[in-house]
């Protein structure tokens, strides 16, 4: 189906998804290196170590301490949680880090998921974009005034995280 990012914007607002931006992208066909998944699982670990920025985000997840250590350790993801390519490699995306963006699996992840399918044959392709590195729909993110300890506790673990990688180097 070809979509217009009008029409586009129309069905992930369907989707419960009315604040994920699109990209328009013209699919050509791009052949993959037959270890990029080697690459791809060293390449979420960086990712997942990168998220020491997205400490609001993360808080929003309601993780659990120890879910928060493993992912910005780079140990493991949470349960129900994805990382996508915002290019898929067979479109040409790279293996970057600036090529993905984490989310729920269920439901924003098959949501995605569904939005391109429902594209597939079309010469223009409306791909989810999101601002940042972790996608959380806007309303999910609605707190009330007293501030969030979790925000801070976490803030507080992802700075002296940071400033001990940074010691490293």
Not at 132 to 140: A, G, T, V
Not at 156 to 168: E, G, K, L, P, T
Request: with cysteine; proline share 5%.
């Amino acid at each position: 189906m070809q979509l217009t990012q009008e029409s586009a914007q129309r069905r992930l607002h369907e989707l419960n998804m009315a604040d994920m931006p699109v990209t328009e992208l013209r699919p050509v066909k791009t052949n993959v290196d037959s270890d990029w998944f080697i690459k791809y699982k060293k390449l979420c670990r960086e990712f997942m170590m990168s998220l020491t920025d997205s400490v609001e985000e993360l808080a929003l997840m309601n993780l659990t301490q120890d879910e928060f250590m493993a992912i910005i350790m780079g140990r493991a993801l949470p349960q129900n949680t994805s990382i996508r390519f915002r290019v898929p490699l067979t479109w040409g995306g790279k293996l970057e880090t600036d090529n993905l963006f984490m989310c729920w699996t269920f439901p924003q992840s098959w949501r995605l998921d569904k939005f391109i399918m429902e594209q597939m044959g079309a010469q223009t392709i409306w791909l989810p974009n999101p601002a940042k590195k972790i996608y959380i729909p806007s309303h999910n993110t609605a707190s009330a005034d007293g501030g969030n300890a979790t925000t801070d506790r976490l803030s507080q673990m992802a700075a002296q995280i940071a400033a001990s990688r940074d010691m490293r180097t």
